[in-house]
């Protein structure tokens, strides 16, 4: 088993009504980060090898995964996003987003890491144990801040860059990937550019 290093955890005891859990800075080295369910991680090979053996295809598309690891491939060139976390029992819809994609992920152990393959930095969100469907809204997909923010409250505070909202939900999808926006990653990229 991997030992990651948790720098914050989230708990949710039960699952009710849509429920904001969790806002917090990822640096996403690599233009990448981890949504991982660690009960099934065996080895290093099980976080990492979707993208060791990534495709073309795999990259057109902006995610890969393995059993335990959905790995999500970010655009903003500074690599800082904020990420919230909700929870709830029922799917709230995409609201403004750009992109939204769906995974099922078995949290046996009722633990989820959101992380960046390179950083120390790990998110755990601790919920009740069982098969959750993850799904990623993505908005303002490209946009940073003009000058760098150091201080994690003021950049939390910005809508307008390029970030991420994780929502779980109890029970499994049947068919995985981009529910809405642009099936192939490139076309994000040029989307952007018009903007």
């Given at each position: 088993?991997?030992?990651?290093?948790?720098?914050?955890?989230?708990?949710?005891?039960?699952?009710?009504?849509?429920?904001?859990?969790?806002?917090?800075?990822?640096?996403?080295?690599?233009?990448?980060?981890?949504?991982?369910?660690?009960?099934?991680?065996?080895?290093?090979?099980?976080?990492?090898?979707?993208?060791?053996?990534?495709?073309?295809?795999?990259?057109?598309?902006?995610?890969?995964?393995?059993?335990?690891t959905i790995t999500l491939f970010t655009v903003e060139d500074c690599n800082d996003h904020r990420i919230d976390v909700f929870i709830g029992k029922e799917y709230d819809g995409h609201g403004n987003a750009q992109r939204v994609l769906v995974h099922?992920?078995?949290?046996?152990?009722?633990?989820?890491?959101?992380?960046?393959?390179?950083?120390?930095?790990?998110?755990?969100?601790?919920?009740?144990?069982?098969?959750?469907?993850?799904?990623?809204?993505?908005?303002?997909?490209?946009?940073?801040?003009?000058?760098?923010?150091?201080?994690?409250?003021?950049?939390?505070?910005?809508?307008?860059?390029?970030?991420?909202?994780?929502?779980?939900?109890?029970?499994?999808?049947?068919?995985?990937?981009?529910?809405?926006?642009?099936?192939?990653?490139?076309?994000?990229?040029?989307?952007?550019?018009?903007?």
């Amino acid at each position: 088993m991997l030992q990651e290093r948790i720098n914050q955890t989230f708990h949710v005891e039960e699952i009710g009504d849509m429920k904001h859990v969790a806002r917090f800075r990822l640096f996403a080295d690599n233009y990448q980060f981890y949504i991982n369910a660690t009960n099934l991680v065996t080895s290093p090979q099980e976080i990492f090898g979707a993208v060791m053996n990534m495709t073309e295809a795999d990259s057109e598309r902006g995610w890969v995964r393995t059993n335990s690891t959905i790995t999500l491939f970010t655009v903003e060139d500074c690599n800082d996003h904020r990420i919230d976390v909700f929870i709830g029992k029922e799917y709230d819809g995409h609201g403004n987003a750009q992109r939204v994609l769906v995974h099922s992920l078995n949290l046996s152990r009722g633990k989820l890491h959101i992380f960046c393959g390179t950083d120390d930095f790990n998110t755990e969100i601790q919920v009740p144990s069982g098969v959750y469907s993850i799904y990623t809204r993505v908005f303002n997909i490209g946009k940073g801040t003009d000058d760098f923010i150091e201080d994690d409250q003021q950049f939390l505070a910005h809508d307008d860059i390029e970030r991420y909202e994780i929502v779980l939900i109890p029970g499994s999808i049947e068919k995985e990937g981009v529910i809405f926006g642009a099936e192939k990653f490139r076309d994000l990229k040029i989307s952007t550019q018009e903007n």
